[in-house]
T-cell receptor, first 115, second 112 residues
Framework: EAGVTQFPSHSVIEKGQTVTLRCDPISGHDNLYWYRRVMGKEIKFLLHFVKESKQDESGMPNNRFLAERTGGTYSTLKVQPAELEDSGVYFC?????????????FGSGTRLTVV | GDSVTQMEGPVTLSEEAFLTINCTYTATGYPSLFWYVQYPGEGLQLLLKATKADDKGSNKGFEATYRKETTSFHLEKGSVQVSDSAVYFCALTRGSARQLTFGSGTQLTVLP
């Protein structure tokens, strides 16, 4: 089966610009998660979708970040306007809700650099 | 809240050396514990996991034992290879379909 796909793989933008990251989960996976790793620190949870609904968005840092999941399929994460501290690697993961712990599949990530 | 603390890197070893990467956690209840690995240019991959106390997860020669008394899940491998060079992340979750809490990652470089 195809894995979790993220694009772009890299993005360099100027402070104040807008960037949209996309994640295509594994087909049939209802759960979709966004995480990010800033400056070589820990990977932090941003939010969790179940189908098209936001189950938990407690990790979203501020209102410059907007996540959507159209029709419960792919998801986008928009940063507007971007700030320098938003630089990092953004990971997406998906899973089925089978009750089995740890069934996450991660994408390769999008490396965002804000200059 | 939940947290995971990993030994700071980077770690550089010679091929066939013994590897230990320490991981301790803070969480309520009985979390499940994981080690993820990120090879250069790739996404995070599950290396091994343990879902209850005293469980030992193992894969590709790596092992980690869930120690509730010391709240630890240290990663070990008896003989590392150059191909093991990667970033290793310790993580926990408190249920299926719940988010993961990660440590800061440990960069491992194995020299031939």
């Amino acid at each position: 089966e195809a894995g979790v796909t993220q694009f772009p793989s890299h993005s360099v933008i100027e402070k104040g610009q807008t960037v949209t990251l996309r994640c295509d989960p594994i087909s049939g996976h209802d759960n979709l998660y966004w995480y990010r790793r800033v400056m070589g620190k820990e990977i932090k949870f941003l939010l969790h979708f179940v189908k098209e609904s936001k189950q938990d968005e407690s990790g979203m840092p501020n209102n410059r970040f907007l996540a959507e999941r159209t029709g419960g399929t792919y998801s986008t994460l928009k940063v507007q306007p971007a700030e320098l501290e938003d630089s990092g690697v953004y990971f997406c993961a998906s899973s089925q809700d089978t009750g089995r712990v740890g069934g996450y599949t991660f994408g390769s990530g999008t490396r965002l650099t804000v200059v | 809240g939940d947290s995971v603390t990993q030994m700071e890197g980077p770690v550089t070893l010679s091929e066939e050396a013994f590897l230990t990467i320490n991981c301790t956690y803070t969480a309520t209840g009985y979390p499940s514990l994981f080690w993820y690995v990120q090879y250069p240019g790739e996404g995070l991959q599950l290396l091994l996991k343990a879902t209850k106390a005293d469980d030992k997860g193992s894969n590709k020669g790596f092992e980690a034992t869930y120690r509730k008394e010391t709240t630890s899940f240290h990663l070990e491998k008896g003989s590392v290879q150059v191909s093991d060079s990667a970033v290793y992340f310790c993580a926990l979750t408190r249920g299926s379909a719940r988010q993961l809490t990660f440590g800061s990652g440990t960069q491992l470089t194995v020299l031939p």
